[in-house]
Protein backbone atom coordinates (compact mmCIF):
# COMPACT_ATOMS: atom_id res chain seq x y z
CA UNK A 1 0.00 0.00 0.00
CA UNK A 2 1.55 3.64 -1.15
CA UNK A 3 1.61 5.78 1.98
CA UNK A 4 0.83 8.61 -0.84
CA UNK A 5 0.48 8.78 -4.41
CA UNK A 6 2.45 11.86 -5.22
CA UNK A 7 5.46 10.15 -3.76
CA UNK A 8 6.43 13.65 -2.40
CA UNK A 9 8.30 12.24 0.70
CA UNK A 10 10.50 10.63 -1.24
CA UNK A 11 11.91 14.59 -2.33
CA UNK A 12 11.55 15.29 1.60
CA UNK A 13 13.75 12.66 2.60
CA UNK A 14 16.25 13.53 -0.54
CA UNK A 15 17.33 16.13 2.36
CA UNK A 16 18.68 13.76 4.71
CA UNK A 17 21.35 12.87 2.13
CA UNK A 18 22.04 16.12 0.84
CA UNK A 19 24.73 18.10 1.88
CA UNK A 20 24.32 19.80 5.17
CA UNK A 21 23.32 23.74 5.24
CA UNK A 22 22.06 25.55 8.09
CA UNK A 23 18.46 24.52 7.50
CA UNK A 24 19.29 20.95 8.36
CA UNK A 25 17.89 20.97 11.57
CA UNK A 26 14.42 22.05 10.10
CA UNK A 27 14.94 19.62 7.40
CA UNK A 28 15.09 16.48 9.38
CA UNK A 29 12.38 17.17 12.27
CA UNK A 30 10.30 17.70 8.76
CA UNK A 31 11.19 14.29 8.11
CA UNK A 32 10.75 12.76 11.36
CA UNK A 33 7.26 14.38 11.64
CA UNK A 34 6.36 12.59 7.90
CA UNK A 35 7.89 9.30 9.21
CA UNK A 36 6.04 8.89 12.29
CA UNK A 37 2.87 9.86 10.42
CA UNK A 38 3.29 7.68 7.10
CA UNK A 39 6.30 4.97 8.49
CA UNK A 40 6.38 4.25 12.20
CA UNK A 41 9.00 1.61 11.53
CA UNK A 42 11.41 4.14 9.80
CA UNK A 43 10.62 7.03 12.31
CA UNK A 44 12.26 4.63 15.19
CA UNK A 45 15.17 3.89 12.95
CA UNK A 46 15.72 6.99 12.17
CA UNK A 47 15.40 8.28 16.16
CA UNK A 48 18.76 8.54 16.69
CA UNK A 49 20.05 10.20 13.54
CA UNK A 50 17.72 12.82 14.33
CA UNK A 51 18.48 12.89 17.97
CA UNK A 52 22.30 13.44 16.70
CA UNK A 53 21.64 16.15 14.51
CA UNK A 54 19.47 18.15 16.59
CA UNK A 55 22.34 18.14 19.46
CA UNK A 56 25.43 18.65 17.07
CA UNK A 57 26.93 21.70 15.80
CA UNK A 58 26.59 22.26 11.83
CA UNK A 59 29.63 22.12 11.51
CA UNK A 60 30.37 18.73 13.04
CA UNK A 61 27.50 17.14 10.98
CA UNK A 62 29.50 19.17 7.84
CA UNK A 63 32.19 16.91 8.73
CA UNK A 64 30.55 13.44 9.56
CA UNK A 65 28.99 13.88 6.20
CA UNK A 66 31.93 14.43 4.23
CA UNK A 67 33.68 12.00 5.68
CA UNK A 68 31.25 9.36 4.90
CA UNK A 69 30.17 10.10 1.51
CA UNK A 70 32.69 11.96 0.11
CA UNK A 71 36.44 12.09 2.08
CA UNK A 72 37.65 8.42 2.90
CA UNK A 73 34.07 7.48 2.11
CA UNK A 74 32.21 4.56 4.02
CA UNK A 75 30.34 4.57 0.97
CA UNK A 76 29.25 6.51 -1.70
CA UNK A 77 25.72 7.95 -2.89
CA UNK A 78 25.96 7.24 -6.88
CA UNK A 79 22.94 4.28 -7.27
CA UNK A 80 25.25 3.27 -10.68
CA UNK A 81 28.26 3.05 -8.99
CA UNK A 82 27.43 1.14 -5.90
CA UNK A 83 25.32 -1.23 -8.33
CA UNK A 84 27.24 -1.25 -11.12
CA UNK A 85 30.92 -0.36 -10.15
CA UNK A 86 33.07 0.50 -13.21
CA UNK A 87 31.46 -2.00 -15.48
CA UNK A 88 29.41 -0.45 -18.77
CA UNK A 89 26.28 -0.65 -17.39
CA UNK A 90 27.00 1.63 -15.10
CA UNK A 91 27.25 4.13 -18.37
CA UNK A 92 23.73 3.07 -19.65
CA UNK A 93 22.44 3.64 -16.61
CA UNK A 94 23.86 7.15 -16.31
CA UNK A 95 22.59 7.76 -19.67
CA UNK A 96 19.26 7.19 -18.76
CA UNK A 97 19.15 8.45 -15.58
CA UNK A 98 20.59 11.87 -17.45
CA UNK A 99 17.65 11.77 -20.26
CA UNK A 100 15.25 11.16 -16.98
CA UNK A 101 16.27 13.93 -14.96
CA UNK A 102 15.92 16.31 -18.04
CA UNK A 103 12.73 15.10 -19.13
CA UNK A 104 11.82 15.78 -15.54
CA UNK A 105 13.39 19.35 -15.14
CA UNK A 106 15.16 17.98 -11.93
CA UNK A 107 17.76 20.18 -10.79
CA UNK A 108 20.44 17.75 -10.39
CA UNK A 109 23.19 20.88 -9.26
CA UNK A 110 26.68 19.87 -9.21
CA UNK A 111 25.70 16.22 -8.43
CA UNK A 112 25.62 12.76 -11.11
CA UNK A 113 22.03 12.44 -11.73
CA UNK A 114 22.22 9.20 -10.30
CA UNK A 115 23.09 10.48 -6.75
CA UNK A 116 21.00 9.54 -4.30
CA UNK A 117 19.65 12.77 -3.67
CA UNK A 118 18.60 13.49 -6.87
CA UNK A 119 16.99 9.76 -7.59
CA UNK A 120 14.83 10.60 -4.59
CA UNK A 121 13.20 14.07 -5.66
CA UNK A 122 12.92 12.48 -9.00
CA UNK A 123 10.28 9.88 -8.18
CA UNK A 124 7.74 12.15 -7.73
CA UNK A 125 8.43 13.73 -11.29
CA UNK A 126 8.06 10.70 -12.82
CA UNK A 127 4.78 10.07 -15.03
CA UNK A 128 6.15 6.27 -15.90
CA UNK A 129 5.14 4.09 -13.55
CA UNK A 130 6.72 1.04 -14.65
CA UNK A 131 10.29 3.45 -14.68
CA UNK A 132 9.53 4.01 -10.95
CA UNK A 133 8.89 0.50 -9.71
CA UNK A 134 12.03 -0.21 -11.67
CA UNK A 135 13.94 2.39 -10.07
CA UNK A 136 12.96 1.51 -6.76
CA UNK A 137 12.73 -1.93 -7.18
CA UNK A 138 15.89 -2.77 -9.17
CA UNK A 139 18.21 -0.02 -8.35
CA UNK A 140 17.31 2.15 -4.64
CA UNK A 141 16.56 -1.05 -2.73
CA UNK A 142 19.51 -3.27 -3.51
CA UNK A 143 21.78 -0.55 -3.53
CA UNK A 144 20.77 0.82 -0.10
CA UNK A 145 20.94 -2.92 0.81
CA UNK A 146 24.45 -2.59 -0.58
CA UNK A 147 25.85 0.63 1.69
CA UNK A 148 24.56 -0.46 4.81
CA UNK A 149 26.18 -3.64 4.60
CA UNK A 150 29.83 -1.17 4.41
CA UNK A 151 28.54 -0.16 8.19
CA UNK A 152 28.80 -3.36 9.68
CA UNK A 153 30.94 -3.41 12.58
CA UNK A 154 33.49 -5.86 10.97
CA UNK A 155 33.53 -3.68 7.96
CA UNK A 156 33.85 -0.33 9.77
CA UNK A 157 36.93 -1.71 11.96
CA UNK A 158 38.89 -3.03 8.90
CA UNK A 159 38.42 0.33 7.28
CA UNK A 160 39.31 2.24 10.03
CA UNK A 161 42.49 0.24 10.38
CA UNK A 162 43.71 0.79 6.90
CA UNK A 163 42.81 4.59 7.06
CA UNK A 164 44.92 4.83 10.14
CA UNK A 165 47.88 3.06 8.81
CA UNK A 166 47.77 4.61 5.59
CA UNK A 167 46.79 7.95 5.90
CA UNK A 168 47.43 8.13 9.64
CA UNK A 169 43.45 9.74 9.80
CA UNK A 170 41.38 10.75 12.77
CA UNK A 171 37.96 9.02 12.66
CA UNK A 172 35.24 11.09 13.79
CA UNK A 173 33.22 10.52 16.58
CA UNK A 174 29.91 10.64 14.78
CA UNK A 175 31.79 7.43 12.74
CA UNK A 176 31.61 4.97 15.76
CA UNK A 177 28.58 2.39 16.65
CA UNK A 178 28.59 2.05 12.85
CA UNK A 179 28.55 5.60 11.92
CA UNK A 180 24.70 7.75 12.25
CA UNK A 181 24.17 7.74 8.57
CA UNK A 182 23.39 3.82 8.55
CA UNK A 183 20.22 4.49 10.46
CA UNK A 184 19.42 7.45 7.76
CA UNK A 185 19.75 4.21 5.09
CA UNK A 186 18.00 1.67 6.99
CA UNK A 187 14.91 4.30 7.20
CA UNK A 188 14.84 4.87 3.81
CA UNK A 189 15.35 1.49 3.09
CA UNK A 190 12.27 0.88 5.37
CA UNK A 191 9.99 3.51 3.26
CA UNK A 192 10.94 2.30 -0.56
CA UNK A 193 10.23 -1.80 0.51
CA UNK A 194 7.28 -0.75 2.22
CA UNK A 195 6.11 1.41 -1.04
CA UNK A 196 7.56 -0.67 -3.75
CA UNK A 197 8.49 -4.32 -4.79
CA UNK A 198 12.17 -5.34 -4.81
CA UNK A 199 13.29 -7.09 -8.50
CA UNK A 200 15.94 -9.41 -8.96
CA UNK A 201 18.27 -8.68 -11.86
CA UNK A 202 18.26 -12.25 -13.74
CA UNK A 203 14.24 -11.53 -13.83
CA UNK A 204 14.52 -8.79 -15.95
CA UNK A 205 14.90 -9.53 -19.50
CA UNK A 206 17.40 -7.28 -21.71
CA UNK A 207 15.33 -6.06 -24.40
CA UNK A 208 12.40 -5.22 -22.10
CA UNK A 209 14.36 -3.26 -19.58
CA UNK A 210 13.39 0.55 -18.46
CA UNK A 211 16.27 0.83 -17.08
CA UNK A 212 18.30 0.37 -20.65
CA UNK A 213 19.95 3.32 -21.81
CA UNK A 214 18.33 3.96 -25.72
CA UNK A 215 21.38 6.05 -26.46
CA UNK A 216 25.59 6.07 -26.68
CA UNK A 217 27.24 6.30 -23.80
CA UNK A 218 29.12 9.30 -25.28
CA UNK A 219 25.95 11.64 -24.92
CA UNK A 220 26.21 11.60 -21.19
CA UNK A 221 27.99 14.48 -20.52
CA UNK A 222 28.43 13.37 -17.08
CA UNK A 223 30.47 10.61 -16.94
CA UNK A 224 33.53 9.64 -19.29
CA UNK A 225 33.17 5.65 -20.38
CA UNK A 226 33.92 5.52 -23.64
CA UNK A 227 31.80 2.02 -24.53
CA UNK A 228 29.10 2.36 -26.82
CA UNK A 229 26.24 0.01 -24.68
CA UNK A 230 23.99 -2.26 -26.30
CA UNK A 231 20.62 0.21 -27.85
CA UNK A 232 17.97 -0.90 -26.60
CA UNK A 233 14.72 1.54 -26.15
CA UNK A 234 12.83 2.12 -23.11
CA UNK A 235 9.60 0.49 -22.55
Given at each position: ??????????????????????????????????????????????????????????HEIEEVYA???????????????????????????????????????????????????????????????????????????????????????????????????????????????????????????????????????HQVKPETD???????????????ISHAPIKT???
Amino acid sequence: MIATQTYLQYALMADVFKYPTADIKQQVNDVAAMLRSEYPNAAEALSRYVNWINTTDIHEIEEVYAKTFHVQAVCYLDLGYVIFGEDYKRGEFLVNMKREQDEARNDCGSELPDNLANVLTLLPKLYDDEFRNELAGRIMIPALRMMYKEFSDRRMEIRTKMLKKKHNALILEGQRNGNIYKDAIEALTLMLTSDFKEVELHQVKPETDPLRAAAPVADCGTCSISHAPIKTQKS
